[in-house]
Nanobody
Framework: QVQLVESGGGLVQSGGSLRLSCAAS????????LGWFRQAPGKERELIAHIIWSTGRTYYADSVKGRFTISRDNAKNTVYLQMNSLKPDDTAVYFC??????????????WGQGTQVTVSS
């Protein structure tokens, strides 16, 4: 059974940094995409970054491009999201997800429980 466990959230001041971790287990992820989503109160969940496990190719939403970096550690089966220059608008619950490459995040993904990130002004 696939499990995704996020950690690293917390409270940080505007301009600060945090690193989120997502420990993945239950299968090999060589044919998967691992992604980070976030959901702010009253807003829809949005994809902010993903990484193709096999190639390391990445994608970033415009809202985080240049500030956030997604990476993976194959040996630890862990995906990271380094978040720099944080803004109050980055406040949200952050979720890790895994889906087969080319599959739908909406219907085919596994999800973590989420971790709260709060950025104070």
């Amino acid at each position: 059974q696939v499990q995704l466990v996020e950690s690293g959230g917390g409270l940080v001041q505007s301009g600060g940094s945090l690193r989120l971790s997502c420990a993945a287990s239950g299968r090999t992820f060589s044919s998967y995409v691992l992604g980070w989503f976030r959901q702010a109160p009253g807003k829809e969940r949005e994809l902010i970054a993903h990484i193709i496990w096999s190639t390391g190719r990445t994608y970033y939403a415009d809202s985080v491009k240049g500030r956030f970096t997604i990476s993976r550690d194959n040996a630890k089966n862990t995906v990271y999201l380094q978040m720099n220059s944080l803004k109050p608008d980055d406040t949200a619950v952050y979720f890790c997800a895994a889906a087969p490459t080319g599959a739908s995040w909406r219907t085919d993904a596994y999800w973590g429980q989420g971790t709260q990130v709060t950025v104070s002004s």
